[in-house]
């Protein structure tokens, strides 16, 4: 990532996509360099411009937003944050499972959009809370997606930062719980993430709880 935070902001309504990017464009550390009016642009936009971050409404005409992350996630760099009026649980695990990033409804506060901008453009991931409730609820009705047997390339420490970290654990607190430092715990979830082939931590809760690792609930 560069110093400035490079950002497409991709919506169908020319007024929220608008707001969107002037709310971000008046930051000092993030430059809105293309918007997009539907999934099929918002990819070529990124292809063009090669942005940190894509801001991406998830229902837009002839390509929706979960087909444009698929593509951007399997393409390119850009992270991929998801911004919709719709909490619906097969969005929210559709666009996951897609590659994004971040999951947030439309009506975020200014500041908190901002933040989430800037947390998704240095590597983390984030979930509103009322979609990570709805998110991981929805594994209680799925069948596991994921054979258990696909875990045996990781190692039983590797395992367990994995079980911790899909119980929403951060390093520091993982670290604690292991006892081990956190350069350690680093070293496990990009052992995990590598293994696995996996973008970031929340395709790693996802696959925790697709392969039974994980259980809702537990």
Same mark, same amino acid.
């Given at each position: 990532? $560069?110093?400035?935070?490079?950002?497409?902001? =991709?919506?169908?309504?020319?007024?929220?996509?608008?707001?969107?990017?002037?709310?971000?464009?008046?930051?000092?550390?993030?430059?809105?360099? =293309?918007?997009?009016?539907? /999934? =099929?642009?918002?990819?070529? %936009?990124?292809?063009?411009?090669? #942005?940190?971050?894509?801001?991406?409404?998830?229902?837009? #005409?002839?390509?929706?937003?979960?087909?444009?992350?698929?593509?951007?996630?399997?393409?390119?760099?850009?992270?991929?944050?998801?911004?919709?009026?719709?909490?619906?649980?097969?969005?929210?695990?559709?666009?996951?499972?897609?590659?994004?990033?971040?999951?947030?409804?439309?009506? !975020?506060?200014?500041?908190?959009?901002?933040?989430? +901008?800037? *947390?998704?453009?240095?590597?983390?991931?984030?979930?509103?809370?009322?979609?990570?409730?709805?998110?991981? $609820?929805?594994?209680?009705?799925? #069948?596991?997606?994921?054979?258990?047997? =696909?875990? /045996? +390339?990781?190692?039983?420490?590797?395992?367990?930062?994995?079980?911790?970290?899909?119980?929403?654990?951060?390093?520091?607190?993982?670290?604690? %719980?292991? !006892?081990?430092?956190?350069?350690?715990?680093?070293?496990?979830? $990009?052992? *995990?993430?590598?293994?696995?082939?996996?973008?970031?931590? *929340?395709?790693?809760?996802?696959?925790?709880?697709? $392969?039974?690792?994980? !259980?809702?609930? %537990?």
């Amino acid at each position: 990532m $560069s110093e400035r935070i490079r950002i497409v902001v =991709a919506d169908d309504q020319e007024l929220v996509r608008g707001g969107f990017a002037m709310i971000l464009d008046a930051q000092p550390d993030i430059d809105v360099v =293309a918007e997009a009016g539907d /999934g =099929a642009e918002a990819v070529a %936009a990124v292809r063009e411009h090669d #942005p940190d971050v894509l801001l991406l409404d998830i229902r837009m #005409p002839r390509m929706d937003g979960i087909e444009a992350a698929r593509v951007i996630c399997a393409e390119t760099r850009c992270r991929v944050l998801m911004l919709t009026t719709f909490d619906h649980d097969d969005y929210v695990y559709d666009a996951l499972r897609a590659g994004a990033s971040g999951f947030l409804l439309k009506d !975020v506060r200014r500041d908190d959009l901002v933040k989430a +901008v800037r *947390v998704v453009a240095g590597g983390e991931s984030l979930l509103a809370p009322q979609v990570t409730t709805r998110l991981i $609820s929805a594994f209680t009705s799925r #069948p596991a997606a994921r054979p258990a047997e =696909a875990l /045996g +390339v990781l190692t039983a420490r590797e395992r367990e930062t994995l079980q911790l970290i899909a119980r929403g654990l951060s390093n520091a607190e993982i670290a604690e %719980a292991m !006892v081990v430092s956190e350069h350690t715990v680093k070293t496990h979830v $990009s052992n *995990v993430l590598s293994k696995l082939g996996l973008r970031d931590r *929340v395709q790693a809760v996802i696959a925790a709880y697709e $392969s039974g690792l994980a !259980v809702p609930g %537990a």
